[in-house]
């Protein structure tokens, strides 16, 4: 069988592994009641538990309604999929897949390993990804990841939600996609209604997690109780406050060395930061920009408690498309170039960021410097003559969740828009990323709003489909075109790797022109812990690897 060709340099290393033979408020408290007796828990010793700080998800944990930081970060404990991506390279390799096999990117046939269970005991079968998948591209049913599942013969037919995501009063023709096949327990055959050679890197994504038959019985009970399949199993959900979840004794991957994470919601970063220093809180993957000036935190911390690294994404200003004020193009472009990147950076972070050029990280395989051009670079006389064109009425106002320390670079994004075209900026602040997400999920955003993608997998597409493309998983600005759209499907579809890549290229320098998403850092950040962690890894992803990570 030909290899399948995967998306970033490291994928190359682990392809055989991959293809198997073949080569992520109220203080009501739900707690878990007692596992059956197929499935038993370790009894937790509460020192070996970590306190991990994380934004609070936006919806119940139900994979394909989770697009969200936070959300996904709780996923990636309770749940295990396919495909796993490696702690430190991104690289994909096979989890509950025991291979994935194809001979021409268009049909795969996957086969599980045995031993798997979801936490109340049943088995993980192919029917448990078949009917998940099958019931978040079913648009009736109002998955956010709906659209992850759009190659996949059949999807037009389980899901005809209009390009702004609503469900028309006419119910699709049918709930199950036609290119879905069980074969037997542990086989089950996948049908693209086309060739995409990134299929198979797409499937340790969240919105691919499998679901076990209690799901279906009953919705309701599992968003207060989620059944996984992952390391750890769901406990209890304070709401804001905290989730915890602790160790799966049956899980059949790599078992982690801690008996279970508290994921804890802080409504202030710097909180978050003094509870790491003074040993209250384990881990935090992003410290505020306060731990920068004068470079503080070498003294706030010895190298052994903290680590810099680079990760898959950029951060970024975007536009409500629907609010009419924000329709023309020069509008959008004369805000980017009224934005002093380099000094933004020298100011909140100490210079420890580099400006975006670009919508794709630059440790994505595909990643061309400049794609961007003069758009991305402080220009403010010709961003001002641009803005003076345009006719915009009133003042700019710009708008972020300040539960993850935005507010600081959010407001020196605002005066040097305001110095740049002499027209008055306001910050206006929302208290948490699901607030902010609510709006744009619903579509009454009315400000300029903080951005920023973290990568679902390793791949310059999905820096690009799920965001630019028209009904896009991640397309909450409503941005649209067809040009655009053209070059994306033929990318997807292209006949080699080089092809597709280039393809891709074209379609970023089309959705860069238009500027409906204003790219100002490619990603990094530091992480602080507390002096009871060891065998500390950030993920590309901006997540700890719960794997490998001990307790003293």
């Not at 700019?396 to 900026?425: F, H, P, Y």
């Not at 206006?428 to 009454?444: E, F, Q």
Request: charged fraction near 20%.
């Amino acid at each position: 069988m030909r290899s399948l060709s995967l998306r970033t340099a490291a994928v190359f290393a682990v392809l055989a592994a991959l293809l198997g033979a073949c080569g992520k408020t109220d203080t009501t408290t739900s707690t878990a009641g007692p596992v059956n007796t197929a499935g038993t828990v370790s009894t937790a010793n509460s020192d070996a538990i970590i306190s991990y700080n994380e934004t609070e998800p936006e919806n119940p944990l139900i994979p394909g309604n989770t697009t969200e930081v936070g959300g996904i970060g709780v996923l990636g404990a309770l749940f295990k999929g396919l495909v796993e991506y490696d702690a430190k390279t991104a690289a994909p390799r096979n989890s509950v897949a025991a291979s994935i096999q194809t001979n021409d990117a268009k049909v795969y046939t996957i086969k599980l390993k045995p031993g798997w269970t979801f936490h109340d005991g049943t088995p993980v079968t192919a029917r448990s990804f078949v009917d998940a998948w099958n019931y978040t591209a079913y648009s009736p049913n109002e998955m956010q990841g709906a659209n992850y599942f759009s190659h996949i013969e059949g999807f037009g037919q389980v899901n005809n939600a209009t390009a702004d995501g609503k469900q028309p009063a006419t119910l699709p023709p049918a709930k199950e996609m036609s290119g879905l096949k069980v074969v037997d327990d542990r086989t089950f055959v996948v049908t693209l209604s086309a060739p995409f050679s990134t299929f198979a890197t797409q499937l340790g994504y969240a919105a691919f997690f499998p679901l076990p038959a209690s799901f279906f019985a009953d919705r309701k009970a599992f968003e207060a109780h989620p059944v996984g399949n992952g390391p750890f199993q769901f406990v209890s959900y304070t709401k804001g406050k905290n989730i915890l979840v602790q160790r799966y004794d049956n899980f059949a991957g790599e078992k982690p060395h801690i008996d279970g994470i508290d994921f804890r919601f802080y409504p202030n970063l710097d909180d978050a930061y003094a509870d790491v220093l003074a040993n209250k809180l384990d881990y935090l993957s992003f410290t505020p920009w306060s731990s920068t000036v004068n470079n503080k935190i070498k003294t706030d911390l010895p190298d052994t408690r903290r680590v810099a690294y680079k990760y898959l994404g950029y951060q970024a200003i975007a536009f409500p498309l629907y609010d009419k004020r924000f329709a023309d193009p020069n509008l959008r472009r004369a805000i980017s170039m009224a934005i002093d990147r380099v000094d933004l950076i020298k100011k909140v972070f100490n210079g420890a960021r580099t400006p975006a050029d670009g919508l794709v990280a630059p440790n994505v395989q595909g990643h061309v410097d400049n794609q961007c051009g003069e758009l991305c670079t402080y220009q403010p006389e010709k961003a001002r003559q641009l803005f003076d064109a345009t006719g915009f009425q009133g003042p700019i106002v710009l708008t972020s969740n300040v539960d993850s320390a935005n507010q600081q670079w959010m407001e020196v994004t605002c005066a040097s828009i305001q110095k740049a075209l002499g027209r008055e900026c306001t910050f206006v602040s929302v208290p948490t990323l699901g607030a902010l997400r609510k709006k744009l999920n619903d579509h009454t955003m009315d400000a300029i709003y903080r951005s920023a993608w973290v990568a679902d997998y390793p791949s310059i597409e999905n820096f690009l489909n799920p965001l630019f493309k028209t009904g896009g998983s991640s397309n909450v600005g409503q941005y649209s075109n067809q040009a655009v759209d053209a070059l994306l499907t033929r990318a997807d579809e292209a006949p080699s790797e080089q092809e597709g890549e280039q393809l891709y290229q074209q379609a970023e320098r089309l959705v860069l022109q238009d500027m409906p998403t204003i790219p100002i850092w490619f990603q990094s950040a530091t992480a602080a812990w507390s002096s009871r962690l060891h065998n500390v890894v950030p993920t590309q992803f901006r997540e700890l690897d719960l794997t490998s990570v001990t307790v003293s």
